[in-house]
Nanobody, 126 residues
Framework: QVQLIESGGGLVQAGGSLRLSCAASGRTFNNYAMAWFRQAPGKERESVSAVNWSGSTKYYAGSVKGRFTISRDNAKNTVYLQMNSLKPEDTAVYYC???????????????????WGQGTQVTVSS
């Protein structure tokens, strides 16, 4: 079993930055692909970004490409999401997810992921 705990959410003005962290328990973190999803009120959960086990392959949704950066530190069992140039439409609960396969087969599909965190709220004011 893997537990994922997100942190770093908060309230920020448009144009600002936030850095989300997701700390994972378990010794097999290195073997997992990791991802960030988000869900705004009244909307479906959507993919934001994903990274393979080594950090060498990354995926970004079109809406965040060029503004968000995903990274991971396997020594710390942590994945990060650096969010710059935030927009009000980025407001959502952000979830961390882990896939027991190490690669990115279908990184934007929620059903690919085996473990989920509880989420952290990100609110961007205009």
């Amino acid at each position: 079993q893997v537990q994922l705990i997100e942190s770093g959410g908060g309230l920020v003005q448009a144009g600002g930055s936030l850095r989300l962290s997701c700390a994972a328990s378990g010794r097999t973190f290195n073997n997992y692909a990791m991802a960030w999803f988000r869900q705004a009120p009244g909307k479906e959960r959507e993919s934001v970004s994903a990274v393979n086990w080594s950090g060498s392959t990354k995926y970004y949704a079109g809406s965040v490409k060029g503004r968000f950066t995903i990274s991971r530190d396997n020594a710390k069992n942590t994945v990060y999401l650096q969010m710059n140039s935030l927009k009000p439409e980025d407001t959502a609960v952000y979830y961390c997810a882990a896939d027991r396969t190490c690669g990115l087969t279908n990184p934007s599909e929620p059903s690919e992921y085996d473990y989920w965190g509880q989420g952290t709220q990100v609110t961007v004011s205009s």
